[in-house]
Nanobody, 121 residues
Framework: QVQLVESGGGLVQPGGSLRLSCAASGSIFSIDVMGWYRQAPGKERELVATISSGGTTNYADSVKGRFTVSRDNAKNTVYLQMNSLKPEDTAVYYC???????????????WGKGTLVTVSS
């Protein structure tokens, strides 16, 4: 069984920075794509950023130039550096691991439980 555990959320003032981390654990051989999604109150979950095992990144237009996604393949960990935060970035941020290869399965998609980011003065 694969588990994703996020950390690093919290309260920050507009213009501030936060760094989220997500570690995947379990009998993992590889993870094709890792990334972050977010869900604000009353809204649907949306893509924030993803990164492939080869380092190819993809960002939502709303965070380009402010957020940076990175990963450590050896540690099965993905990070999200968030700078110049805005109140509209307030949401629960979810970690995602897609097309995961384990000792018993391949191709499954996993989600973390989420970490709350609140941007407010």
């Amino acid at each position: 069984q694969v588990q994703l555990v996020e950390s690093g959320g919290g309260l920050v003032q507009p213009g501030g920075s936060l760094r989220l981390s997500c570690a995947a654990s379990g009998s993992i051989f590889s993870i094709d794509v890792m990334g972050w999604y977010r869900q604000a109150p009353g809204k649907e979950r949306e893509l924030v950023a993803t990164i492939s095992s080869g380092g190819t990144t993809n960002y939502a237009d709303s965070v380009k130039g402010r957020f940076t996604v990175s990963r450590d393949n050896a540690k099965n960990t993905v990070y999200l550096q968030m700078n110049s935060l805005k109140p509209e970035d307030t949401a629960v941020y979810y970690c995602n691991a897609n097309r995961v290869a384990t000792t018993t399965a391949y191709g499954r998609n996993y989600w973390g439980k989420g970490t709350l980011v609140t941007v407010s003065s």
